[in-house]
Nanobody, 126 residues
């Protein structure tokens, strides 16, 4: 499985940005698909997770109400719409997927994901 991200960049406080993650196989094979982010010296944080089969989603408290995870079934692409961006959202963002069952309480744990994108830098300046 290959995941190719795009859409990162530099924006200002309050702006919006949309990240894309194109998968080389149909997302229907994945149990969960997710977006993580990481800043230097910090652990990778799960910010948004989608279960394609049910449409269920899970968000980190820090982004709930501002970020939206979605997918395009035809294009095998995962998206992260980021609105009202803040300087603390600055990070490298990664998409990740997992084939096998994963308990809901583990959806935001980076160690549970098998396949990763290359990362996209998002910088929010004040």
């Amino acid at each position: 499985v290959q995941l190719v991200e795009s859409g990162g960049g530099t924006v200002q406080d309050g702006d919006s940005l949309r990240l894309s993650c194109a998968a080389s196989v149909n997302k229907a094979n994945f149990y969960v698909m997710a977006w993580f982010r990481q800043t230097q010296g910090q652990e990778r944080e799960g910010v948004a997770v989608l279960q394609p089969g049910s449409g269920a989603t899970l968000y980190a408290d820090s982004v709930r109400g501002r970020f939206t995870i979605s997918h395009d079934n035809v294009k095998n692409t995962l998206f992260l719409q980021m609105d009202d961006l803040k300087s603390e959202d600055t990070a490298v963002y990664y998409c990740a997927v997992r084939d096998a069952y994963l308990h809901y309480h583990q959806w935001r744990e980076a160690s549970k994901y098998e396949y990763w994108g290359q990362g996209a830098q998002v910088t929010v300046s004040s």
